[in-house]
């Protein structure tokens, strides 16, 4: 059993909507639709009565025989100044935790270099006396040779 297609969408009158789909399922035309629908255009900003971006109303002015307010400094100076100097402090010495830590880094791969070196060296040492009972190394670029210099010979 095959199922059914979808239901076809009934041609839409050209001057009503503007749009006109034939043999088209009805889901199609929908989307369609609310597609076209979302693309209308909003006013533009300054044509609307009310905006976010646009204050809506001016300041307040002063009178003209009041001069303007100062604004006093808060009582806090002495607070702000000695949570400045804590906030610095506590940067320090941090800055100088990170570079003891890096310092011990440094001496610990140091270290590992060093070890190695030596290691090197100790194992450079034990092949130099070995070196006069290991047997000489024949190279196979050497018997190629001599067999076909003895075959020109023959």
């Not at 639709?33 to 976010?52: D, G, H, M, N, Y």
């Not at 003209?64 to 006093?72: A, D, E, I, S, W």
């Not at 320090?92 to 060093?114: I, T």
Request: glycine share 0%; hydrophobic share 30%.
């Amino acid at each position: 059993m095959r199922p059914e297609p979808p239901p076809k969408a009934k041609p839409i009158e050209k001057e009503k909507d503007c749009i006109l789909f034939s043999n088209s399922p009805i889901e199609d035309v929908n989307h369609a639709k609310s597609f076209w629908k979302s693309l209308t255009l909003q006013p533009p900003l300054e044509s609307r009565l009310v905006s976010a971006d646009i204050r809506q109303r001016l300041r307040i002015a002063t009178p003209p025989n009041k001069p303007p307010k100062k604004t006093r400094r808060s009582t806090t100076t002495w607070e702000e100044t000695k949570t400045a100097v804590f906030l610095h402090n506590a940067y320090q010495q941090d800055k100088k935790e990170v570079k003891q830590k890096y310092r011990q880094l440094m001496l610990q791969r140091e270290a590992a270099l060093n070890l190695l070196h030596k290691q090197r060296l100790e194992r450079l040492q034990k092949e130099l006396i070995s070196l006069p009972y290991k047997p000489a190394q024949k190279t196979f670029d050497n018997k190629i040779e001599e067999d076909y210099i003895s075959d020109e010979l023959e």
